[in-house]
C-alpha cells in the first residue's frame, strides 16, 4: 500500500447554519493536500448517538483555566478542538492517511469511551473526515470516487422535508418531517427539479391562503395546520399545482421523530397541538401505539406515503416490530433515532424484523469508517439507506458523496431552500454531470 503521511491537522471553532459553533477540521498530508470537513449538529438527538463535546459539559477537572463554558451559552466547541489540535494531532501525525479504517481506529482507541464522550464525536468525526479529504485531494480523485471507486454511480432520489415541524420549526404541527420523493424522473437534476416545482408551488398555496411561507431549519414551509391529514393535502395540492401526479411523480415521506412526542411516564405519545373537539379549542391529545399504528395506516391509505421514519420512540423493540410487521410489506420504515447509525442496534433490528431501512447519519456514529459498516451491514440485510443531514448543519457536502460512494440510493437533506441545504443538492448535480452515462437514478420503491 501507499504511503501517505500525515503531517499536519488543525481544527477551529466555526458557526453551523443556526448559529451555534461546530467544529472544522484540516488534515494535511505530505505537506501539500489539506482535506477540511466540518460537523453537523442535530436537534431531536437520539438517546444512544455518539457524544457531541460541547464546552459547558466539560468536567471540572478536565476544565481549561479560560472558563470556555459560558461562551455562546455554553454550546462553544473549545475544549473539543484543543483535543484535535494536541491529542488527537499528536497521535496521527505521520500515519499513513490512505488506512482509513485504522486511523478511525485509532481514534476510537485513544478516545476510549464507547460513545465518543472524552474527546467527542465531533472532534473525531472531523478529523475522520478531513483525513479522507486529503487522501482524495492527493490523488486527484472526487472524494465519492477515492471512496467508492468504480462501483459509485447511483445517484440518490431526494427525501425533500418541505413542510417542517416538530423541534424543527414553532408553529403547529407535532410531526417533524413532511417530505416529497421525485421518484419518477430519469435523473437526480430532473428530480431536484420536479421537487423544487412542487417546493415553489406549496409556496404560492401557503401564500395565497395568507398561511405563513417562513421556513424552518431544514428549509421547509413552517405554515399552521390541524394535523398531518391537512399537511398530506396541502402536499397533494401543491405536487398537482406543480403539474405533476401524486403517487406516480412524486410520493410522500414523514419523520414522525416519535421520541420527541413519547411521554415515558404514561407509555403514549402526546400532540400538543392537536385537538379531538370539533371547535380545535381544547388541545393536546394522547396516542397509545396502537393508535399510533393505525394513524400511520389511515395515512398510508389515503395518500402515497411511501416512508415513515422514526414511527415510534426509539426504545421500542417491540412496537417497531408490531409497526414493521403491519406496514412493512408496503411502505419503508427507517430507524433513525432507533438505529444511530450503530451496527449494533441496526443488527438488533435485522434481527427482530424492526424497521426495514436505516437513516445514516455520520455524527451519530462519528467515524466514517463506522458510519460506512453500518450502510454495508444494511444493504447485505436488504435494508435500504438513506444518507442525511442534520437540522443544524455547515456548507460541509460530504453526505452527498457518501450517498454516491456508497450507492445508498436515498438521501434526505432538506427542502431546496437554505444553502446549507442547497449545497448537498448543488454537489449532486456535479456529481451526476461528472458521472455521466454511467449515472443511475432509480425509484427505490419500485421492485425491479
Ligand atoms: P435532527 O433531525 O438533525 O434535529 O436530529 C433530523 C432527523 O430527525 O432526521
Ligand atoms: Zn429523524
Known amino acids: 500500500m501507499n504511503y501517505l503521511k500525515i503531517t499536519d491537522v488543525h481544527a477551529r471553532e466555526i458557526l453551523d447554519s443556526r448559529g451555534n459553533p461546530t467544529i472544522e477540521a484540516e488534515v494535511t498530508v505530505d505537506e501539500r493536500y489539506t482535506g477540511r470537513a466540518s460537523v453537523p449538529s442535530g436537534a431531536s438527538t437520539g438517546m444512544?448517538?455518539?457524544?457531541?463535546?460541547?464546552?459547558?459539559?466539560?468536567?471540572?477537572?478536565?476544565?481549561?483555566s479560560c472558563g470556555y463554558q459560558t461562551r455562546y451559552y455554553g454550546k462553544g466547541v473549545l475544549q473539543a478542538v484543543k483535543n484535535v489540535n494536541t491529542e488527537i494531532k499528536k497521535c496521527l501525525l505521520g500515519r499513513n492517511a490512505l488506512e482509513q479504517a485504522l486511523?478511525?481506529?485509532?481514534?476510537?482507541?485513544?478516545?476510549?469511551?464507547?460513545?465518543?464522550?472524552?474527546?467527542?464525536?465531533?472532534?473525531?468525526?472531523?478529523?475522520?473526515?478531513?483525513?479522507?479529504?486529503?487522501?482524495?485531494?492527493?490523488?486527484?480523485?472526487?472524494?465519492?470516487?477515492?471512496?467508492?471507486?468504480?462501483?459509485?454511480?447511483?445517484?440518490?432520489?431526494?427525501?425533500?422535508?418541505?413542510?417542517?415541524?416538530?423541534?424543527?420549526?414553532?408553529?403547529?404541527?407535532d410531526f417533524q418531517e413532511f417530505m416529497i420523493m421525485p421518484t419518477s424522473a430519469d435523473s437526480f437534476a430532473e428530480g431536484l427539479r420536479i421537487g423544487t416545482e412542487v417546493y415553489h408551488a406549496l409556496k404560492k398555496i401557503l401564500a395565497s391562503e395568507n398561511k405563513v411561507t417562513a421556513v424552518g431549519d431544514e428549509g421547509g414551509f413552517a405554515p399552521d395546520l390541524k394535523d398531518s391529514f391537512e399537511v398530506f393535502e396541502y402536499l397533494t395540492k401543491a405536487v398537482k399545482k406543480a403539474g405533476y401526479t401524486p403517487g406516480k411523480d412524486v410520493v410522500f415521506a414523514m419523520d414522525a421523530a416519535a421520541s420527541e412526542l413519547y411521554q415515558k411516564d404514561a407509555g403514549m405519545y402526546y400532540f400538543p397541538n392537536e385537538s379531538r373537539s370539533p371547535s380545535g379549542d381544547t388541545k393536546g391529545i394522547m396516542r397509545s401505539t396502537e393508535e399510533l399504528i393505525e394513524l400511520y395506516e389511515k395515512l398510508c391509505?389515503?395518500?402515497?406515503?411511501?416512508?415513515?421514519?422514526?414511527?415510534?420512540?426509539?426504545?421500542?423493540?417491540?412496537?417497531?416490530?408490531?409497526?414493521?410487521?403491519?406496514?412493512?410489506?408496503?411502505?419503508?420504515?427507517?430507524?433513525?433515532?432507533?438505529?444511530?447509525?450503530?451496527?449494533?442496534?441496526?443488527?438488533?433490528?435485522?434481527?427482530?424484523?424492526?424497521?426495514?431501512?436505516?437513516?445514516?447519519?455520520?455524527?451519530?456514529?462519528?467515524?466514517?469508517?463506522?458510519?460506512?459498516?453500518?450502510?454495508?451491514?444494511?444493504?447485505?440485510?436488504?435494508?435500504?439507506?438513506?444518507?442525511?443531514?442534520?437540522?443544524?448543519?455547515?456548507?460541509?457536502?460530504?453526505?452527498?458523496?457518501?450517498?454516491?460512494?456508497?450507492?445508498?440510493?436515498?438521501?434526505?437533506?432538506?427542502?431546496?431552500?437554505?444553502?446549507?441545504r442547497t449545497a448537498k443538492y448543488n454537489r449532486l448535480l456535479r456529481i451526476e454531470e461528472e458521472l455521466h452515462y454511467s449515472a443511475e437514478y432509480k425509484n427505490p420503491f419500485s421492485r425491479h
Request: charged letters at 25%.
Open 48 to 64: 444512544f448517538e455518539a457524544v457531541e463535546l460541547r464546552d459547558a459539559d466539560v468536567k471540572d477537572d478536565d476544565r481549561d
Open 103 to 173: 486511523i478511525d481506529h485509532m481514534l476510537c482507541t485513544l478516545d476510549g469511551t464507547p460513545n465518543k464522550g472524552r474527546l467527542g464525536a465531533n472532534a473525531i468525526l472531523a478529523v475522520s473526515m478531513a483525513c479522507a479529504r486529503a487522501a482524495a485531494k492527493s490523488y486527484g480523485l472526487p472524494l465519492y470516487m477515492y471512496l467508492g471507486g468504480a462501483q459509485s454511480h447511483q445517484m440518490p432520489v431526494p427525501m425533500m422535508n418541505i413542510l417542517n415541524g416538530g423541534v424543527h420549526a414553532s408553529n403547529n404541527i
Open 301 to 420: 391509505e389515503k395518500y402515497p406515503l411511501k416512508s415513515i421514519e422514526d414511527g415510534l420512540y426509539e426504545e421500542d423493540w417491540d412496537g417497531f416490530k408490531k409497526l414493521t410487521k403491519r406496514l412493512g410489506d408496503t411502505i419503508q420504515l427507517v430507524g433513525d433515532d432507533l438505529f444511530v447509525t450503530n451496527t449494533e442496534r441496526l443488527n438488533k433490528g435485522i434481527e427482530n424484523g424492526a424497521a426495514n431501512a436505516i437513516l445514516i447519519k455520520v455524527n451519530q456514529i462519528g467515524t466514517l469508517t463506522e458510519a460506512t459498516e453500518a450502510v454495508r451491514c444494511a444493504q447485505k440485510a436488504g435494508f435500504r439507506c438513506v444518507l442525511s443531514h442534520r437540522s443544524g448543519e455547515t456548507e460541509d457536502t460530504i453526505i452527498a458523496d457518501l450517498a454516491v460512494a456508497l450507492n445508498a440510493g436515498q438521501i434526505k437533506t432538506g427542502a431546496p431552500c437554505r444553502t446549507d
